[in-house]
């Protein structure tokens, strides 16, 4: 393994990493530190529809009700005495089911009608959070949710009580999305996946099964979203059926969108992009969606793959410049030398 060729490649990233990690210390504001928290868990639902959406061309509407399942079974199994970290994986198993359900009529449908099908379900979803009462507290939702159980070492014991502590659980969730997606997308797995997307018909013709193929896709996603909605109950320590409204999914596909579809680092940087504008533009009021309408309409007619296509674009005029000059260098020497030699 070349550390230095790698270090040269990945420097940007590396450096992302460190000043990730030290967030902590460069932000002194309370209130701009837990806008951060939860531009990470919007990160972390933003990498899995991108899943569905960027690397399978499944555009599913219903997300924002596996991110709410995912919050209300936290809640209730942590009230009930659960501990956090065996409520996390139950609710988004829970998720994950309610998911498979929903995907086999809905898989049986193709492009528009998949989406306005998964949105019916997600309106389903949001409607019976609003209305069992006995289960989720109905519009009032359910308040007093416990913070999450501390980790208990021989030598060290590990508390959620502090934003800090909380920044770095929704962090490490973050790191450990990535590392999955970014195994899953570069694997033969991540091939059919793109076929689909790319020509179901063809990928069908050489032996994939479509069906089987959407349905993994869309329930590893679900259960990372709920892995997020588990995470984002106790760090608010209320949650309402407004976890499971069809505009959190919009706008996680606005992130999606904005960042650049089918990239690992585009649902992160048009999280926080996003999160950054609206905080910036507060003051407008309603004279915020117009700019930010405006802004993301350009975007999308220009800059079609988002934030990272301006990256790439910016980095490949880059690399050219930066070749063409160290190509017109070494003519110089070149010729320099030949001069020297006669």
Not at 166 to 177: A, C, D, E, G
Not at 180 to 191: F, I, K, T, W
Request: aromatic letters at 12%.
């Amino acid at each position: 393994m070349d550390i230095k060729k790698i270090l040269k490649e990945k420097w940007p990233y590396l450096f992302l990493l460190l000043v990730a990690f030290a967030v902590p210390v460069l932000v002194s504001s309370r209130y701009v530190f837990q806008v951060i928290v939860i531009s990470v868990v919007w990160s972390v639902a933003a990498l899995s529809l991108n899943l569905v959406l960027g690397y399978t061309g499944l555009a599913s509407l219903a997300h924002a009700g596996f991110f709410g399942i995912g919050a209300y079974g936290v809640a209730l199994l942590t009230r009930g005495g659960m501990s956090f970290w065996l409520a996390l994986p139950l609710s988004a198993l829970l998720a994950t089911v309610v998911g498979l359900f929903i995907a086999m009529p809905a898989l049986r449908t193709r492009e528009s009608y998949f989406a306005i099908s998964t949105l019916c379900f997600g309106v389903i979803i949001y409607i019976v959070a609003g209305n069992w009462l006995s289960l989720t507290g109905g519009h009032t939702g359910i308040i007093g949710i416990p913070r999450v159980t501390p980790i208990r070492l021989p030598f060290l014991t590990i508390e959620f009580t502090s934003l800090t502590s909380q920044y770095y659980l929704v962090l490490v969730l973050l790191l450990l999305t990535l590392f999955v997606m970014h195994r899953l997308v570069y694997s033969l797995q991540g091939l059919t996946f793109m076929s689909i997307r790319n020509n179901e018909v063809l990928a069908e013709a050489v032996g994939i099964n479509a069906f089987s193929t959407k349905l993994l896709s869309f329930c590893i996603a679900n259960f990372i979203v709920a892995l997020a909605g588990g995470v984002y109950a106790p760090l608010m320590g209320s949650i309402s059926p407004t976890v499971t409204m069809h505009i959190l999914t919009f706008n996680w596909l606005v992130f999606t969108l904005l960042g650049g579809v089918a990239t690992l680092a585009g649902p992160i940087i048009g999280a926080f992009a996003i999160t950054v504008l609206i905080e910036s533009l507060y003051f407008l009021g309603e004279y915020q969606l117009i700019i930010f309408g405006a802004l993301l309409i350009v975007v999308i007619i220009y800059f079609p793959r988002g934030l990272m296509g301006i990256y790439d674009n910016l980095s490949l005029k880059a690399k050219d410049f930066y070749q063409q000059r160290r190509s017109g260098f070494k003519d110089v020497q070149r010729i320099a030398q030949s001069r020297g030699s006669d």
